[in-house]
T-cell receptor, first 112, second 113 residues
Framework: GESVGLHLPTLSVQEGDNSIINCAYS??????FIWYKQESGKGPQFIID?????DKRQGQRVTVLLNKTVKHLSLQIAATQPGDSAVYFC???????????FGKGTHLIIQP | NAGVTQTPKFRILKIGQSMTLQCTQD?????MYWYRQDPGMGLKLIYY???????DKGEVPNGYNVSRSTTEDFPLRLELAAPSQTSVYFC????????????FGPGTRLTVT
């Protein structure tokens, strides 16, 4: 079965609010945890990664938090914009070149 | 750079037919991957390659074959297409040592009827 999963299939937020997308994982041996964004009709696009020895990493308007105690990963998007509307996938990489394991995805909907 | 390009964009196959999905990247990436994405699901790894002449199976390789004769190209071959292979196929590539940051192509939507 899948080792990476998501709590909510759809998340609706008001434009300008902060969004928090959650993900649970089960493989403690994963080296990297990653968030990808997939817009309709396109391939996934890398957003941000966090290594397993870190708790927090910030990018431009995004923050990823890793809680290894409860095996939980989250993506926070500040001041959500219409262009943030997409499906967001968490994924894990087990430290080799053998690809990524993806969760099912959360559809982020931005309300005007 | 064009990044990762895939052809065709769409294809309809009859059961039992064969086809090759093309993938090319111009970023001189060592690693290349093929994933499939079923409706409402995440991506599953079919095959991957760490360099020319080297390929390995991923999570769902049955019914597919790949080759990697050059750094740039990584075609995926479907033999004897089955309805279960109806999916969207994504090719991706990454730099050596940064295999968590993958660059994806636009995908090929395949329907087998």
């Amino acid at each position: 079965g899948e080792s990476v999963g998501l709590h909510l299939p759809t998340l609706s937020v008001q434009e300008g609010d902060n969004s928090i997308i959650n993900c649970a994982y089960s493989n403690s041996a994963s080296d990297y945890f990653i968030w990808y964004k997939q817009e309709s009709g396109k391939g996934p696009q890398f957003i941000i990664d966090i290594r397993s020895n870190m708790d927090k990493r910030q990018g431009q308007r995004v923050t990823v938090l890793l809680n290894k105690t409860v095996k939980h990963l989250s993506l926070q998007i500040a001041a959500t914009q219409p262009g943030d509307s997409a499906v967001y996938f968490c994924a894990e990489n087990r430290g080799g070149a053998d690809g990524l394991t993806f969760g099912k995805g959360t559809h982020l909907i931005i309300q005007p | 750079n064009a990044g990762v390009t895939q052809t065709p964009k769409f294809r309809i196959l009859k059961i039992g037919q064969s086809m090759t999905l093309q993938c090319t990247q111009d970023m001189n990436h060592n690693y290349m991957y093929w994933y499939r994405q079923d409706p409402g699901m995440g991506l599953k790894l079919i095959y991957y390659s760490v360099g020319a002449g080297i390929t390995d199976k991923g999570e769902v390789p049955n019914g597919y074959n790949v080759s990697r004769s050059t750094t740039e190209d990584f075609p995926l071959r479907l033999e004897l297409a089955a309805p279960s292979q109806t999916s969207v196929y994504f090719c991706a590539s990454s730099y050596l040592g940064r295999d968590y940051e993958q660059y994806f192509g636009p995908g090929t939507r395949l329907t087998v009827t």
